[in-house]
């Protein structure tokens, strides 16, 4: 069965290091995501990623991060300038899009900022 | 603006107990309506779905109904197993490509 990968599966850096997390979607999906989860709080939306380019952010998702789907099958977040409070574990997503499809979701990457 | 509240956990039942997670939505249009489950150590699965009033989405013995008039889309299964022992989310999505809105997760244990 499909599924969405994420690599690596826990990072560990150091305040104001940069980290790209990695994700590799459902390879026929068109609509890709970023959520997170602090530890013991809700699933946030960062950032959703469609026909190359951001169609919707949250808050959450300012300058220090960005997202990009270098090469067609990879799809990438970079926090540039890691912070104590991005401690969490950030989840990938995607669907094949249409009305009532549902996200699938990779296993996550557990970011802890030292 | 969208959102959904969920019932307050943590939840412990005996195993062969019925088991109800409440949640209810606000949404500006007509959502589909989601259950993830997370599982120790792993990422959200979708669990059922359902897209319209009064659908009912199934799956491994567990049911949701989407009830508009009360905005509800609660969580039931008959006869709980420790195997089911995971968080479980309710979600809603309002349009294509739009982001998923999360309830803050419910934690199930069920002991023997």
């Known amino acids: 069965e499909p599924e969405v990968t994420q690599t690596p599966s826990h990072q560990v850096t150091q305040m104001g290091q940069e980290v790209i997390l990695r994700c590799v979607p459902i390879?026929?999906?068109?609509?890709f995501y970023w959520y997170r989860q602090i530890l013991g709080q809700k699933v946030e939306f960062l950032v959703s990623?469609?026909?190359?380019?951001?169609?919707?952010k949250s808050e959450i998702f300012d300058d220090q991060f960005s997202v990009e789907r270098p090469d067609g099958s990879n799809f990438t977040l970079k926090i540039r300038s890691t912070k104590l409070e991005d401690s969490a574990m950030y989840f990938c997503?995607?669907?094949?899009?249409?009305?009532?499809?549902?996200?699938?979701f990779g296993q996550g990457t557990r970011l802890t900022v030292v | 603006g969208d959102s959904v509240t969920q019932m307050e956990g943590p939840v412990t039942l005996s195993e062969e107990a019925f088991l109800t997670i409440n949640c209810t939505y606000t949404a500006t249009g007509y959502p589909s309506l989601f259950w993830y489950v997370q599982y120790p150590g792993e990422g959200l699965q979708l669990l059922l779905k359902?897209?319209?009033?009064?659908d009912k989405g199934s799956n491994k013995g567990f049911e949701a109904t989407y009830r508009k008039e009360t905005t509800s889309f609660h969580l039931e299964k008959g006869s709980v197993q420790v195997s089911d022992s995971a968080v479980y989310f309710c979600?809603?999505?309002?349009?294509?490509?739009?982001?998923?809105?999360f309830g803050t997760g419910t934690s199930l244990t069920v002991i023997p």
């Open positions: 359902a897209t319209k009033a009064d």
């Open positions: 390879s026929n999906h068109l609509y």
């Open positions: 979600a809603l999505s309002e349009r294509t490509g739009n982001q998923f809105y």
């Open positions: 997503a995607s669907s094949f899009g249409g009305l009532n499809t549902e996200a699938f």
């Open positions: 990623f469609y026909n190359n380019e951001i169609s919707e």
